[in-house]
C-alpha cells in the first residue's frame, strides 16, 4: 500500500474519532450543568488547559465561560482541533482517497461535515448543544460501522483502526484526567454529591456509565478509574484500544503477537505489556495524573514513531 493512501486513511479515522472525543470532552461539562444542584461555570478553564491550547484561547477569547469554550472546541475554524476542523480535514482526507476507500464512507463523512457546518450557523441552548453533540457521536459511530461494513478488511482497514483506537486512548485518558486532577473545585466536595455526580457524568461521557454499573454498584473514584483505565473488555478503555492497535499493527507488519521488527511494534508492545501487569494501587502510588500524563507522552511519541516508520517520505542517496 502506498504511504499516502495509508497515512490518508489513519488521518481520516483520526480526526473522525478525534471529533467524537470533543464531543464527549465538552459533553462531561454540560452533563453537569444540566444536572448538577449547584453552579460549575467556572469549571470550563480546565477542559481548555488538558487540551494544551491554553495560551490560543487566552489570547483570542480570554474568558473562559461556556459560550466561549464550546465555541472554541466545537466551532472555532482558526482551531485546527475544533469538530468543525476535524471534520473537514477527514472530509479532504477521504477525498484524497475516494478510489480506495468505498462510496458508502465518502457519503456518510460529507453528511457529518455538512451537519456540523449547518450547526455552526445557529445559536443553540445547552440542552439543544446536547442534543447536537449526541449527534455527533452518533455520526461517528455510523462512520464506523460503514466502514467496517462495506471496506476490505486490509492494510488500509487495519491502518484506519490504529488510528481510531490511538485517538480514542489518548481522548480517555484526558477526559479522566479533567476530573481526576482539576475538575473537583475543592478537596472538600470529595465523596460529596457534586463529587457522584461528576464522576457519573464523566462515565456517561464515555458511554461507559451502564457499562461500569454492571460491574460495580457504586461509585468509587478508584473504580472508575480502574474500568477506564485498565478493563480489557469495554471498548473505549485504555487497555482495550491497545490491544486491538496492536492486533492491528501485527496484520500489517505480519509480525508474531509478542514479538517486534520494528520501532512501532516496540513502543506499542512496551506500553500494552505494562498496562498488563500494573495494579490500581500501583497507579494510585504514582498519582492518576502523573500516571495519565505520562500515558499521553507516549501515546505522542507513539504517533511520531508510526509517522516515521509507515508515512514520511524518505530520500535515497
Known amino acids: 500500500m502506498l504511504s499516502r493512501v495509508a497515512d490518508s486513511i489513519y488521518w481520516l479515522n483520526r480526526y473522525v474519532e478525534r471529533a467524537e472525543n470533543v464531543a464527549r470532552f465538552v459533553d462531561v461539562n454540560l452533563n453537569l450543568l444540566l444536572d448538577s444542584p449547584v453552579g460549575v461555570q467556572q469549571q470550563w478553564r480546565p477542559l481548555i488547559v488538558t487540551t494544551g491550547d491554553l495560551a490560543l484561547f487566552t489570547e483570542k477569547y480570554g474568558e473562559f465561560n461556556s459560550d466561549n469554550v464550546i465555541h472554541f472546541l466545537t466551532f472555532d475554524k482558526d482551531y485546527p482541533n475544533s469538530i468543525v476542523s ?176 520494528d520501532p512501532v511494534e516496540r513502543h506499542l508492545g512496551k506500553l500494552r505489556s505494562e498496562l498488563d501487569f500494573i495494579t490500581m494501587d500501583e497507579i494510585m502510588e504514582v498519582g492518576i495524573h502523573e500516571f495519565l500524563d505520562s500515558v499521553q507522552a507516549r501515546l505522542n511519541q507513539l504517533g511520531k514513531v508510526i509517522f516515521e516508520s509507515f508515512f514520511s517520505f524518505k530520500l535515497t542517496a
Not at 135 to 147: I, N, Q, T
Not at 215 to 221: A, D, E, L, T
Not at 244 to 261: F, Y
Open 86 to 261: 476535524c471534520l473537514q480535514r477527514a472530509r479532504e482526507n477521504a477525498r484524497s482517497i475516494r478510489e480506495v476507500i468505498s462510496s458508502e464512507m465518502w457519503e456518510q463523512i460529507n453528511a457529518f461535515y455538512l451537519m456540523v457546518t449547518e450547526a455552526s450557523q445557529d445559536s443553540s441552548s445547552l440542552i439543544e448543544l446536547s442534543s447536537f453533540f449526541a449527534e455527533v457521536k452518533m455520526a461517528s459511530h455510523l462512520f464506523a460501522g460503514v466502514m467496517d461494513g462495506t471496506m476490505s478488511h486490509n492494510e488500509g482497514w487495519h491502518f484506519g483502526q490504529i488510528g481510531r483506537l490511538l485517538e480514542r486512548a489518548d481522548k480517555v485518558t484526558r477526559i479522566l484526567d479533567v476530573k481526576y486532577f482539576i475538575l473537583l473545585p475543592s478537596v472538600h466536595d470529595v465523596g460529596s454529591t457534586l463529587d457522584e455526580l461528576q464522576w457519573i457524568a464523566l462515565l456517561k461521557s464515555a458511554s461507559a456509565y451502564e457499562m461500569y454499573r454492571k460491574r460495580q454498584h457504586r461509585i468509587s473514584p478508584q473504580e472508575v478509574a480502574q474500568f477506564l483505565i485498565l478493563e480489557r473488555e469495554f471498548p473505549r478503555s485504555l487497555q482495550f484500544c491497545l490491544l486491538q492497535a496492536e492486533r492491528s499493527l501485527h496484520q500489517i507488519t505480519g509480525c508474531t503477537p509478542g514479538m517486534w521488527t
